[in-house]
């Protein structure tokens, strides 16, 4: 059956009430996620063997409910493979009679925590979507189905309404989810919840970024809670937010689709992030505003998908969106040029970007460490302060580890401009203690527990005199003239140990004379130069530094880590350069 919906319409309206004129409909757009929905309806129905209570049985709420999302969508589409298949019923009513036996009777489930309001939200919203779809589509064999999960989204509306959360996109998701549920069933207190948790100010940086500053939290929950909102209270201001961060986003996409996310506040600071998954929001901005730019990244992004995957959400999940919404299938404004030759800094984040096409460069010294010096989930410790790429040559991370009192790696307090160049500083101590003073001994020797910054200790650090030794960090990094990198490293106060650790993207070949085996994956450049390629691609870096004087080449990751035997070692092919302060060194690369 065709994709395209009958053409003596011409307006479509969606279950939110969006409307668009269908004249201005881009068919193969809608063809691609027609095509991706089936083929991903398919992969949901043969995974789980026709009992698709596993998804919720192994403790995958969310998949069930987006699972129930994506069946509903092909289901209620008149261009779909599976429009009004009876085959789909049977899973659709497991899947919402399963979700409705666990949720509790304060409408929520444990999904990622106990009666977790802002969990149980990110299933609501899908369901609330694919209700609306199910019930535009009025379609007879549904009647159960849709009073099944009508009466999963009452039973959640008030939780959602008293309930709390635990982080910054919490609140836009569950007022995303009130938002949905007061669209069908009007509740005063889900609109006061609302306008509660909108009073605190979205936690949007200067710079675009939400205070989390994780393109995963961005793509995944805040910018689409946020545009629900906007649509469905009339909160115009919100879009405000949106183009904002999708704006950042343009200088912070590699050549190949991924996000930075160095300067992450959450889980995804050491892991890949795609710009797949900002692709609607795109679409819908580009729409909206008529930005070129923004149509530029959307049609760079459909170029790119798949019927199976599309980032880190396959593309047929997308479907049900576009359903929502209509005028998401409008034609895009005519693309406009990326920007592929910049500098570009966002000095909320501390972060430092540069591109000249395929080649890019990120600097960082945004790590919250030195001004709360702890290490926690919810804060950016990422020792990370540079990335380079050649086309398909990337160096994931380069990192400075100093063997002083412990204290792990270098992490900048503050990165400025320095003539041409950027300059990243810090600066540590470590303390020795003197006896304390006659006024606050004790002959039992019970002394309060406490700490001196490295480890606790029933020493009454604070009441002591210290005597302390120092290591101050200057790293100035410049742009070499034919491409590259110059970085000049220099260590003062102290003299101690050092490793610089250069961590390349797996894939690649590494070559040089001067290098030698510390162990698997991990090798010391001792003299001269090392290349690693890829392909066509290369960086040649350098030169070697000796062996690190008295000490072997390791990093020391900081008592922090080692207390917890945690690990600070990076995935992919390792260098070491070593040395001892306060000798200044000077790595290229090129």
């Known amino acids: 059956m065709s994709p ?8 479509a309206v969606g279950p939110t009430g969006s409307r668009y004129d269908r004249s201005d409909q881009d068919g193969a757009f809608l063809a691609f996620l027609c095509a991706a929905a089936n083929a991903r309806a398919t992969d949901i129905l043969g995974s789980h063997a026709g009992d698709l209570t596993q998804l919720r049985d192994q403790g995958k709420a969310r998949a069930a409910a987006r699972s129930l999302r994506t069946l509903a969508s092909v289901h209620a589409y008149g261009g779909s493979a599976f429009h009004h298949d009876s085959t789909l019923l049977a899973p659709l009513e497991q899947l919402a009679d399963t979700l409705a036996e666990e949720q509790f009777e304060d409408g929520l489930w444990d999904q990622g925590g106990a009666h977790s309001p802002p969990d149980t939200a990110f299933s609501i919203v899908d369901l609330a979507l694919a209700w609306g779809l199910l019930e535009q589509d009025a379609h007879p064999s549904t009647v159960r189905l849709r009073s099944t999960v009508e009466r999963i989204l009452r039973t959640a509306g008030p939780g959602l309404a008293t309930g709390g959360v635990h982080t910054a996109n919490h609140r836009w998701l569950v007022c995303a989810a009130l938002a949905r549920i007061h669209a069908r069933w009007p509740d005063p207190s889900y609109v006061r919840r609302i306008d509660e948790w909108l009073a605190e100010g979205i936690d949007q940086l200067p710079g675009g970024e939400y205070s989390e500053r994780s393109p995963n939290y961005a793509a995944a929950v805040t910018n689409p809670a946020l545009l629900t909102i906007a649509r469905l209270r009339g909160r115009e201001d919100l879009y405000a937010n949106v183009r904002a961060n999708l704006t950042a986003g343009l200088f912070l996409t590699e050549p190949n689709g991924e996000v930075e996310s160095v300067h992450s506040r959450r889980q995804d600071q050491t892991a890949l992030r795609h710009l797949p998954e900002f692709w609607l929001q795109y679409r819908e901005l ?10 530029a990244v959307a049609t ?19 479907l049900a969106e576009v359903l929502d919404r209509p005028e998401l299938a409008r034609h895009l404004p005519e693309p406009a040029a990326l920007p592929t030759d910049f500098e570009h800094h966002d000095d909320n984040c501390r972060l430092v970007r540069v591109r000249h096409g395929r080649n890019t460069a990120t600097i960082f010294g945004g790590t919250d460490f030195p001004e709360v010096r702890a290490i926690s989930s919810g804060l950016s ?25 412990s204290l792990g790696h270098f992490r900048a307090e503050g990165l400025e401009r320095d003539g041409g160049g950027w300059r990243l500083y810090a600066e540590v ?3 020795y203690h003197q006896p304390l003073p006659p006024g606050h001994r004790r002959q039992d020797g019970g002394y ?4 001196d910054g490295r480890f606790w200790s029933a020493m009454d650090f604070p009441n002591r ?11 100035l990094l410049r742009e070499a003239s034919g491409g590259g990198w110059d970085l000049s490293f220099a260590q003062t106060g102290s003299d101690v140990p050092f490793a610089l650790e250069l961590c390349f993207r797996p894939g690649g070949e590494l070559t040089g004379d001067g290098l030698e085996r510390v162990s698997d994956d991990t090798y010391q450049l001792v003299h001269g130069e090392a290349a690693y ?16 004087g008295r000490q072997p080449a390791v990093v020391d990751p900081g008592e922090r880590y080692a207390w917890l035997g945690g690990s600070l070692t990076p995935d992919g092919i390792r260098v070491l350069i070593t040395g001892r302060t306060p000798t200044p060194y000077r790595l290229t690369l090129r």
């Open 533 to 548: 390629t890829v392909g066509e691609d290369r960086i040649v870096f350098g030169p070697g530094n000796g062996k690190g």
């Open 286 to 295: 580009a729409i909206r505003d008529g930005d070129g730019r923004f149509a």
């Open 465 to 475: 005199e210290r005597e302390y030794r120092t290591l101050r960090t200057e790293i």
């Open 4 to 11: 395209h919906p009958p053409r003596h319409h011409t307006e």
């Open 300 to 318: 760079l992004l459909r170029e790119r998908g798949t019927a199976q995957t599309f980032g880190e959400t396959p593309a047929g999940d997308r």
């Open 448 to 451: 309060p527990l406490t700490d």
């Open 429 to 431: 101590r470590g303390a």
């Open 381 to 405: 410790t990422n020792p990370t302060f540079f990335r380079m790429r050649k086309g398909a040559a990337i160096l994931d991370s380069l990192r400075l580890a100093p063997q002083f009192f």
